[in-house]
């Protein structure tokens, strides 16, 4: 996984709340475990729709309740395997936002207004270590300025996301040694199961 830290450049903007993670990545291509490969197939329905332009920038704006039903992984790969590298909403489903954050796609929330405004904006910034957004103001008495806004994230979720980590790496992190002393020992004591012999 990749360290993430700052995520800048143009926005998408999905203008759809509740989106469920059988319109993201439907069920007919849930046929392989590989993360990578799923990107074709995102919004495999809607991208058929008249009108359908959603380009694969850096990051996503969508509307609240991102991710809900089903608790596929897919969804996420589909979604950073097409290119999005953080999505912003007003509100996740819970299992869904996990996921993203097991695989380095960064999940932001914020208020309405200011996906509202971010989407409007075109383009931004997603700062982890400052866990703050940054967009140019169009609209309202902000108009042309620069407009900094505070998220929440847990705190060793985003210590394994600026360190690159996912769950085997954080094994890993504290424990290899370990984990490589006790292999060689137990390769010193032979077959790790029994072996029987032709009579």
């Not at 058929?48 to 992984?73: M, Y």
């Not at 270590?129 to 042309?144: F, I, L, M, N, W």
């Amino acid at each position: 996984m990749q360290p993430i830290e700052i995520i800048s450049g143009p926005v998408s903007h999905l203008d759809r709340a509740n989106v469920d993670t059988d319109q993201i990545m439907p069920k007919q291509f849930l046929k392989r475990v590989e993360r990578t490969g799923f990107g074709q197939f995102l919004f495999y329905d809607w991208a058929k729709e008249d009108g359908w332009d959603l380009p694969a920038n850096p990051i996503l704006v969508t509307g609240e309740n991102f991710g809900c039903g089903s608790s596929r992984e897919h969804a996420p790969w589909g979604l950073q395997d097409y290119g999005f590298q953080a999505i912003v909403a007003p509100s996740f489903a819970d299992i869904f936002y996990s996921n993203c954050t097991k695989i380095g796609l960064l999940p932001v929330v914020l208020a309405a207004e200011h996906c509202h405004a971010l989407a409007q904006a075109g383009s931004g910034q997603v700062d982890l270590r400052a866990q703050e957004v940054r967009y140019v103001s169009t609209a309202g008495a902000d108009d042309g300025g620069l407009v900094v806004v505070g998220f929440e994230i847990d705190q060793e979720i985003r210590r394994r996301l600026l360190d690159g980590l996912d769950d085997i790496g954080v094994t890993l992190g504290g424990s290899e040694p370990d984990i490589s002393a006790y292999e060689v020992a137990r390769q010193a004591r032979g077959p790790a199961l029994p072996q029987t012999t032709a009579l």
